[in-house]
């Protein structure tokens, strides 16, 4: 059957079976293809988008439930906090293969939504549930606080 | 059901024969072709080639135009590792090019273009040192000569900077663009000089920074899994659980059934569904009945193998050993009592790029065209003709950045590719994108051997190691020659070097489960073997580990060594006071041409280690890309720790068990600890820096627990708990 589905402010037809994980409608359906596919359940956070702006693992959540919500995907996400991320990970060479960057975004941005100043505590909560094999944990978590420091700057 | 046809087991056959076609010579991987076709050999020798590359007057990697940009061709894969700055920063040091107007784009596959399009052995940076500076060089030659043309004065007056050419004393100057046509016209000089590393001005510096950490922050990076072409189709295939399977039969009727299932049909390697969409394919595949003869395959257990790999080290298999050193005239010689056996075992390991396998090809006829993250790319040009039936030029792979591989991508086979080329032939004109889920790609083996070492030293009196004893068990990489690559980092240890009498023997028995080249290969085991048995004699001996390292090093006059291991105890503060229930341990490795010391700092916090810090110092030659040799030793430290934990494949049956993130653990956000990292400086040629960065800390990590705890760690992974244990995973412990 047919869903409605809001990706990114746009309002999509969708004539996809209901289980259908969002991923799949995200990326073969819509060709949002900045969310990846890295594990299909929930491990791994490289599908990571925001549902009513809060980080989901789009590879778990079925398009019937994501029919009732606003989705955000990389391509998508607006605002200062994207901003600061995005200027942080390029000034410090965040990426190695990148394959899970976008889902690190993608939590990174919510993380700061939630706490603008978040401790290491903090972040090891919010950035857990992504995996980077290349393992550029250490740049992410100083990306997040430099981003952090920037969007502070802003506002004094 | 429909009976599987015939081909399975010839595909066994061909398997081997491309695994054949790949043998090592001095580290390098030097590629040969196994025709089974004469059209095919033909083919190989005469048409080695592709899509003829966009001309440019100044050679194969260089193109520069009027807007003043330079593009830099990267035969080399871009898999994580920065190989496309360290290439582009190589010329563009040697044309003062500025390097804000350089970028780079990825060489189709195309051996008379390029040479040979191999990202193995951590060797991109080295093997193109020459060639890269070389062909900068010459371009900026071409550049002077049009200046002192146009200007009537002496070439050797000439400067080149970011770009502009200019002549000092009569003030003039010229961009590139300006000089353009010019120097386009000119001869490119066969041996431009080269600077000297004191000129540098690019090399070395911060400035060399990554080109792609912007479409990578944004989603824009087009990775295969992103590829979407005109009436493509997604496939997936279902694959034997057990190695060596094959298809008896199957049954499609319901996966038909599936809605966007285009078609159902058995390949080599399984049974292919293809439809509109990946979770149709995902689905349909789901809905396959299966029936699979195991007859040939391997049905044993990781506790099986285990005690098989304990009984040919002990001489009680038909698996003959092959020297790999020995020294001394009697090989033989009585060990005395109190000679010291050590004992390890190590796990297969699987890759788990966050991007799982994937391809795509389209077979037209004679042409075939792919898209892929293409490690070996001449190489897969070839594997995809032999099954398409085509030659190697009519082949054309758009090489697209990986999203990791850790040498999975570099399987000699091509096993994905060539599965992808075999659907897409029965889908004539259809581009088909093949999609493997993690849980194919964990079960699909090629994993890093598991192995089995046992050593037994003598220590002399004058403190070193006087007869050494070596026998390790692993599966051999390549099925040619001896199996140096089990033994790597072994014979050259500088541990040996007093040794009077040396026995090393490697074992290499074959069987099903197939293995590959995983990041640091030998090394990532043989570190260990080496790093921590020399700890457990320091203590034996009651001397410093450091100390003790010390001493050895300089009887092997291992300068590399000393300076690492000096620069490795004053960064890391090796013998100041640590806080109550913390330890320090360190390693140095030496593998790629790259010596790495690490130290780490460990607590046990109820049986479980906690990294929080780690201390690392590289010569490397010269640096390129400080930045990025930084990069590469964060990750390379995160890769072995999360291998060191945890790292573990398991075999029930035959049957892989670990076949996700949440069985097959690697370390996540708040398990990485603190890196620092110091480069050596040196004015020698550059070595390797993908892999060097892992080999160090498992034994790092194991000898501060040796420290705390006084236990030796005899077998990886340190965390046995969770998934591995359930599955009965569990390796006899020897005792030191």
């Not at chain 2, 059209?39 to 592709?50: D, N, T």
């Not at chain 2, 050419?165 to 046509?181: I, Q």
């Given at each position: 059957m047919a869903y409605s589905l809001s990706v990114n402010g746009a309002t999509h037809q969708v004539d996809e079976d209901g289980q259908t994980p969002l991923l799949w409608v995200l990326r073969d359906t819509l060709k949002l293809t900045g969310t990846k596919y890295g594990c299909g359940v929930a491990q791994c956070g490289a599908c990571t988008v925001h549902v009513d702006g809060q980080p989901v693992r789009s590879c778990s959540f079925p398009l019937e439930a994501a029919s009732a919500s606003p989705i955000v995907t990389i391509e998508g996400c607006k605002g200062a906090e994207v901003e600061a991320i995005q200027n942080a990970w390029v000034a410090r060479d965040v990426p190695q293969c990148g394959f899970c960057q976008s889902g690190q975004i993608m939590s990174a941005v919510a993380l700061l939504r939630a706490i603008p100043a978040p401790s290491d505590a903090d972040i090891d909560v919010a950035m857990s549930g992504n995996i980077c094999r290349c393992a550029t944990y250490n740049r992410i978590r100083a990306g997040i606080h430099d981003a952090a420091g920037q969007l502070r700057h802003r506002q004094s | 059901m429909i009976d599987a046809p015939a081909s399975g087991r010839r595909f066994q056959m061909t398997r081997r024969k491309m695994i054949l076609s790949g043998t090592l010579a001095?580290?390098?991987l030097v590629v040969g072709y196994t025709a089974t076709h004469p059209?095919?050999?033909?083919?190989?020798?005469?048409?080695?080639?592709?899509p003829v590359p966009e001309e440019s007057a100044f050679g194969s990697f260089i193109r520069i135009s009027p807007d003043g940009w330079v593009t830099i061709v990267n035969k080399q894969q871009e898999l994580g590792q920065g190989i496309h700055a360290g290439m582009a920063a190589m010329i563009a040091e040697e044309l003062d090019a500025d390097w804000d107007r350089v970028r780079v784009v990825s060489a189709r596959a195309n051996f008379r273009a390029y040479g040979p399009q191999i990202t193995a052995g951590s060797r991109s940076v080295a093997t193109n040192w020459d060639s890269m500076r070389n062909a900068g060089a010459a371009a900026r030659a071409m550049f002077v000569a049009a200046a002192a043309m146009r200007w009537s004065v002496p070439r050797r007056l000439i400067d080149v900077r970011d770009g502009v050419?200019?002549?000092?004393?009569?003030?003039?100057?010229?961009?590139?663009?300006?000089?353009?046509?010019d120097a386009a016209r000119q001869t490119a000089p066969q041996r431009p000089t080269l600077k000297e590393v004191k000129?540098?001005?690019?090399?070395?510096?911060?400035?060399?920074?990554?080109?792609?950490?912007l479409p990578k922050s944004t989603g824009a990076q087009v990775y295969t899994q992103d590829v979407h072409l005109p009436d493509m189709l997604v496939a997936m295939v279902a694959h034997s659980p057990r190695f060596g399977g094959r298809l008896a039969r199957y049954d499609a009727t319901a996966a038909r059934k599936v809605k966007g299932v285009a078609d159902v049909f058995a390949i080599e390697t399984g049974v292919a569904v293809v439809a509109t969409n990946t979770f149709a394919a995902r689905q349909g595949r789901d809905a396959l009945t299966l029936e699979w003869d195991d007859s040939e395959a391997e049905k044993r257990s990781t506790a099986d193998l285990v005690r098989y790999f304990h009984d040919i080290a002990a001489g009680r298999t038909d698996v003959d050993p092959a020297d790999f050193h020995s020294k001394g005239d009697d090989p033989k010689e009585v060990f005395s009592a109190q000679a010291i056996e050590f004992s390890f075992d190590f796990p297969y390991l699987a890759h788990a790029p966050m991007e799982s396998l994937d391809c795509v090809a389209q077979v037209d006829g004679w042409d075939v065209k792919i898209i892929s993250g293409s490690h070996l790319a001449t190489v897969d040009q070839v594997q995809a003709a032999r099954v398409a039936l085509t030659i190697p030029g009519r082949v054309d792979i758009d090489v697209v950045p990986a999203g990791g591989s850790f040498g999975r991508r570099g399987i000699m086979g091509a096993d994905y590719l060539v599965e992808c080329v075999r659907i897409a032939k029965r889908m004539p004109r259809r581009p088909i994108k093949l999609i493997w889920t993690r849980e194919d790609e964990l079960s699909s083996g090629f994993f890093r051997p598991m192995s089995h070492h046992r050593v037994l030293v003598d220590v002399g009196e004058d403190g070193f190691p006087a007869r050494w004893r070596h026998r390790t068990v692993s599966q051999p990489l390549l099925p040619l020659g001896p199996n140096a690559l089990a033994v790597e980092g072994v014979a050259q240890s500088p541990y040996l070097a007093a040794a009077k009498v040396i026995d090393g023997k490697v074992y290499s028995p074959t069987f099903p489960v197939p293995v590959a080249f995983w990041r640091s290969v030998g090394h990532s085991h043989n570190a260990m073997v080496m790093e921590h048995i020399v700890d457990q004699l320091a203590r034996r001996l009651d001397r410093d580990p450091a100390d003790y390292r010390r001493a050895l090093y300089r009887r092997a006059h291992a300068k590399r060594h000393l300076a690492v291991l000096d620069a490795l105890c004053s960064r890391g503060g090796w013998g100041a006071a640590i806080e109550s229930g913390w330890a320090r341990g360190l390693a140095i490795h030496e593998c790629f041409g790259t010596v790495v010391g690490q130290l780490a700092e460990v607590r046990v916090d109820v049986g479980r280690p906690v990294v929080r810090r780690v201390v690392a110092v590289v010569d490397c030659g010269i640096a390129i890309s400080p930045d990025q040799i930084v990069a590469q030793m964060e990750g390379g430290i995160g890769f072995g720790l999360s291998a060191a934990l945890y790292g573990a494949m398991t075999l029930k049956n035959g049957i892989v068990q670990e076949t996700n993130f949440d069985s097959y653990p690697v370390i996540r956000m708040n398990e990485m600890p603190m890196v620092e990292t110091y480069i050596l400086p040196s004015t020698n040629r550059p070595t390797g820096m993908g892999e060097p960065g892992v080999p160090p800390i498992a034994p790092a990590v194991a000898n501060a627990i040796f420290a705390l705890t006084g236990g030796p760690t005899t077998s990886l992974p340190i965390l046995r708990d969770g998934a591995a244990a359930s599955a009965g995973f569990s390796f006899p412990r020897a005792s030191a």
């Open positions: - | 001095g580290g390098a059209m095919q050999a033909a083919g190989a020798i005469l048409s080695g080639g592709g050419v200019s002549h000092g004393a009569s003030g003039r100057s010229a961009t590139f663009p300006e000089l353009l046509a000129d540098y001005r690019l090399i070395g510096t911060d400035r060399v920074r990554r080109k792609d950490s």
